[in-house]
């Protein structure tokens, strides 16, 4: 397992988003997702224990290694898109889904799709209107402020 320690000092204001992930991975349930073990707090650290991912992120592995075959890309895309299908069955939303958010375990090829820091749940005709995600992989849907679970 792994313990991911947040010092609520160094949170303030954006106490939101970490209720948010503790929320969303409450109601998530498979195997390509990072699964939420527990979570404890005391005066002034909140500790979210969820299961250890062995690997590396999939922008490491990739840079690693100089070619993919067809197989491995088809591999990694089934289960990603698994992930989503799942996701999207839950009416949640990631909105940081980048190469850097899902880990992959190289010698299987197995994937996890983490950090649920910036997740929202919606409903099919909602939008949501929150500029969140990273910069490099934001898009101009989400920059307007104004964009649907797509």
């Given at each position: 397992?792994?313990?991911?320690?947040?010092?609520?000092?160094?949170?303030?204001?954006?106490?939101?988003?970490?209720?948010?992930?503790?929320?969303?991975?409450?109601?998530?349930?498979?195997?390509?997702?990072?699964?939420?073990?527990?979570?404890?707090?005391?005066?002034?650290?909140?500790?979210?224990?969820?299961?250890?991912?062995?690997?590396?992120?999939?922008?490491?592995?990739?840079?690693s290694?100089?070619?993919?075959?067809?197989?491995?890309?088809?591999?990694?895309?089934?289960?990603?898109?698994?992930?989503?299908?799942?996701?999207?069955?839950?009416?949640?939303?990631?909105?940081?889904?980048?190469?850097?958010?899902?880990?992959?375990?190289?010698?299987?090829?197995?994937?996890?799709?983490?950090?649920?820091?910036?997740?929202?749940?919606?409903?099919?005709?909602?939008?949501?209107?929150t500029?969140?995600?990273?910069?490099?992989?934001?898009?101009?849907?989400?920059?307007?402020?104004?964009?649907g679970?797509?």
């Amino acid at each position: 397992m792994a313990v991911k320690i947040i010092n609520l000092r160094f949170i303030k204001g954006k106490y939101h988003y970490l209720a948010q992930e503790v929320m969303s991975l409450k109601r998530v349930d498979h195997p390509n997702i990072i699964k939420l073990l527990e979570v404890y707090k005391n005066e002034d650290k909140i500790y979210i224990v969820m299961e250890l991912v062995k690997g590396v992120d999939l922008l490491d592995f990739l840079f690693s290694n100089e070619k993919m075959t067809e197989f491995q890309a088809s591999t990694i895309i089934r289960q990603l898109l698994k992930a989503l299908m799942h996701l999207n069955s839950l009416r949640m939303c990631h909105r940081d889904i980048k190469l850097e958010n899902i880990m992959i375990d190289p010698a299987t090829l197995h994937i996890k799709l983490i950090d649920f820091g910036f997740s929202s749940f919606i409903m099919d005709k909602d939008l949501l209107y929150t500029q969140v995600g990273t910069p490099y992989y934001i898009s101009p849907q989400i920059l307007k402020g104004e964009y649907g679970k797509e």
